[in-house]
């Protein structure tokens, strides 16, 4: 099986790996909505949770997230109960993490949500960070590279960043909830979002049903 095209490796293969960068756009609800999915999918989640992504954290929810990576960890493990290894945190200088080389990385990679800052940053291929990095490598393995960003309006710079990502075969996936399911809460519109991601990784969702369901 190809586990670079967004399929869920069968029971016998090995769990499906997934990167997760979580930057400081307003939207965080998605990012952690999406790593709880992922750990309930049993998907191997490296994890990166930048510096404004905290201040973000702290602003829209009610979480204490502690920032030293092995604390956030142990965290977010028992926030959405992670069987041992299958969440791993990294820093933004953590250089000799796997997802920084093209020889360790995951099989998919989502920054959500993703700043303009962020978006800027892959586009050009800056890799000042980890996270920049990791996308990076995503990029020139050819792997699945989903980006939600969350800002409006957009400007220029934002749309051609958007459309050259787009051609280097990133996905775009605007943090934009429909309303045809009828979404009574916040959470409903969430789950809009990230049932479209997860459906993008190609792995399974309960979330929101298919249109005709």
């Known amino acids: ?33 999406l790593l709880q999915c992922l750990l309930a999918a049993k998907c191997e989640v490296s994890l990166m ?17 502690p920032s030293a990576t092995s604390a956030m960890q142990a965290f977010f493990s028992e926030l959405y109960g992670a069987e041992t290894g299958q969440l791993r945190v990294f820093a933004k200088q953590q250089w000799m993490a796997p997802v920084a080389s093209g020889s360790g990385g995951g099989d998919a990679m989502v920054v959500c949500p993703c700043s303009t800052g ?34 409006a309006p957009y400007s220029e710079i934002h749309l051609e960043h958007m ?39 190609g792995l399974p969702q309960t979330l929101v049903p298919a249109w005709g369901e």
């Open 118 to 151: 962020s978006l800027s940053a892959i586009a050009c291929g800056s890799s000042n960070n980890l996270i920049e990095r990791a996308a990076d490598v995503h990029l020139k393995e050819r792997r699945k590279l989903i980006l939600v960003p969350r800002e």
């Open 163 to 201: 459309l050259k990502l787009t051609r280097m075969s990133a996905v775009v996936i605007p943090a934009s909830p429909g309303f045809y399911n009828r979404p009574q809460t916040v959470a409903d519109m969430v789950d809009f979002v990230v049932a479209r991601i997860m459906s993008q990784l």
């Open 1 to 33: 099986m190809n586990q670079t095209a967004g399929k869920t490796p069968s029971p016998t293969e090995r769990p499906y790996k997934v990167t997760l960068a979580i930057t400081g756009a307003s939207g965080v609800q998605y990012g952690l909505r």
């Open 49 to 65: 949770v930048s510096s404004a992504a905290q201040v973000v954290l702290a602003t829209e929810t009610d979480l204490k997230v």
